[in-house]
């Protein structure tokens, strides 16, 4: 068994004031605070790697949590990079987004608005992620620092196993809510009665109390 703890950074001022964000945004001083108390949920000495995304918000979430504690398995990853979003976007309120183009052409596989992400793109870059993970040996864990999108991403593609359509998907991100320092677990296992290896998700945003 392989287990991945998923963590969402934690907030920036851009994200409260419901703004679109670039890489270099920085999370501020409460939610520093709220990544700290992440270590009442999550043992670091029950983790063998932290992979995190590059973003400057993922990365103070790790820090923050690991205060002034020595992890030497650290590992940054473009894959688990926020979704890129369309250059135009950014700063911009997410109200004032042009919906109405967006869910015209949310049908359609490989549609992007200009330089942003196209739903085959991010799910191709997902199953990049979980084939990284499954490669590791049984009783591996993993704690990763992501971003709604990624984490999101991940539990549809369990659940879905890719058969799903753009339009449900995008339909299920609308609904599909992941708080800002939450943790959901997935686990790569074979059960008794299974052939095979499969993804199943453990705990979604820590509805369990579970400590890791």
């Known amino acids: 068994m392989i287990r991945i703890v998923l963590v969402r950074h934690a907030e920036t001022e851009w994200m409260i004031k419901w703004l679109r964000l670039w890489e270099n945004e920085k999370i501020t001083k409460k939610w520093e605070k709220e990544a700290i108390n992440l270590k009442k ?47 135009s976007f950014l700063w911009k309120k997410t109200s004032d987004l042009p919906w109405n183009i967006l869910k015209e052409n949310r049908n359609n596989w490989d549609w992007k608005y200009e330089d942003w992400e196209s739903f085959n793109e991010i799910f191709e870059r997902t199953w990049k992620i979980l084939k990284l993970f ?58 008794k009665f299974e052939k095979i290896y499969t993804w199943k998700i453990k705990d979604f945003m820590n509805l369990n109390n579970i400590i890791y």
């Open 41 to 87: 949920i999550i043992d670091l000495n029950n983790f063998d790697f932290i992979y995190t995304s590059p973003s400057v918000r993922s990365i103070q979430t790790m820090e923050s949590f690991l205060w002034e504690k020595k992890f030497k398995n650290i590992i940054k990853s473009n894959l688990l990079k926020e979704r890129k979003e369309a250059s």
């Open 134 to 191: 499954w490669t590791y040996n049984d009783w591996i864990n993993i704690l990763v620092f992501s971003h709604w999108s990624i984490i999101r991403s991940i539990i549809i593609y369990i659940i879905f196993n890719w058969k799903i359509s753009p339009w449900e998907y995008f339909r299920l991100t609308e609904i599909l809510k992941i708080k800002s320092c939450w943790i959901s677990e997935i686990i790569y296992s074979k059960e």
